[in-house]
């Protein structure tokens, strides 16, 4: 059997990050004085999935993404036309999550050296991913650093995105109305997506990786309808931290019972990296990629209308008890 993987053992060690992240805070918060009073003053925390600045009536939301490791599994295949989607759509499933709907974004391609070819795949994916989520592109920058940017041979670049989008300030979602015994819905995940990657790569044989280039899905008009038909209670974008990240919606507790069974994918890395339960659903969406808190009665309504067409499902429920819970084969998961 080998050697139990971790994200970790990997190169990734998400604890290290969120306490990088913490001194980051501290220093970036102190500039919020600085539109204080002022048109665009700040409306949110740093933390959450996208933050808000004030601009009378409505709100503007901006995030920032990329698309990671990702790109080192394109460049293997030789194949580039995928990743731009997964650009956009880290970025717009990002906004999403406040209530925001997402309205255009700009990108950042740096490269080891210029290979039109290889650019314009890239471009064609940025454009799929825009035409999915309705937003423009309008703007962005190419660098090229032969000093910075490695990779794999002479085609290595590193691919980012910063979206912004607008909401009504009195529409904005920020999970302060999530109740106990509110129920989690969730979207199911396209695959991978655009996390774990590094720990994917390191224990699947080359000759699966195509599955890991499948794009993010992207949620944007499934969940722009949801907050125009419905009362909903709060929004989550399920990337790297996998289940915790519903951590960052509310101060109570989700118990996650009835989760669906993960595409193969999952369980082949799992089985190949000889990787725990734990493990698995802090690194990888495991299957959901969007969730959705909501009353009883709208989530039934929700289920019967869209639960189908839309793939989308009951996951759980709000509990008193913080953490997240997850139920698997009868055995109890938990997450604080």
């Known amino acids: 059997m080998p050697e ?36 665009g003053e700040v409306m949110g925390d740093i933390g959450s999935f996208a933050n808000v ?43 999403i999550c406040i209530g925001a709907e997402p309205i255009a974004m700009v990108d950042y391609l740096a490269v080891k050296m210029v290979n039109p070819d290889i650019i314009k795949d890239i471009a064609l994916g940025i454009y799929e991913g825009a035409m999915q989520a309705e ?20 085609n290595g670049f590193d691919l980012v995105g910063t979206g912004i989008g607008v909401v009504r300030k009195e529409r904005k979602i920020t999970g302060d109305r999530i109740h106990a015994g509110d129920v989690v819905l969730g979207f199911k995940s396209s695959g991978i997506h655009s996390n774990g990657l590094t720990l994917a790569r390191k224990v699947l044989p080359r000759n699966m990786w195509i599955d890991l280039l499948t794009p993010t899905r992207i949620y944007v008009k499934e969940v722009m309808e949801l907050i125009r038909d419905y009362d909903i209670h709060g929004l989550a974008h399920i990337t790297g931290g996998g289940v915790k990240n519903l951590l960052r919606l509310t101060d109570l507790g989700f118990c996650l019972d009835n989760l669906p069974k993960p595409k193969m ?3 082949k890395i799992q ?19 969007f969730c959705v808190i909501v009353d009883k009665v709208s989530a039934d309504e929700i289920i019967s209308k869209h639960g189908s067409e839309w793939k989308i499902s009951k996951i759980g429920y709000v509990t008193e008890e913080p953490g997240v819970r997850v139920l698997k ?3 109890e998961i938990v997450f604080r």
């Open 4 to 39: 139990k993987m971790t994200y970790s053992k990997a190169g990734v060690n998400i604890e290290r990050e969120d306490l990088a992240i913490k001194g980051i805070k501290k220093i970036l918060q102190k500039t919020f004085k600085f539109r204080k009073g002022k048109i």
């Open 53 to 95: 600045i004030d601009l009378g009536d409505f709100a503007l939301a901006m995030c920032t993404d990329g698309v990671g490791s990702k790109i080192l599994i394109a460049q293997e295949l030789g194949k580039y036309d995928t990743v731009g989607i997964d650009l956009v759509a880290m970025n717009v499933n990002d906004l």
């Open 135 to 154: 937003i423009a592109v309008i703007g962005g920058e190419t660098a090229t650093l032969p000093e910075i940017i490695i990779g794999i041979g002479e």
């Open 265 to 267: 994918i999952f369980g």
């Open 271 to 289: 089985e190949m990296g000889n990787i725990s339960d734990k493990e698995m659903y802090k690194t990888f969406n495991m299957g959901i990629g």
């Open 329 to 331: 084969d009868d055995e």
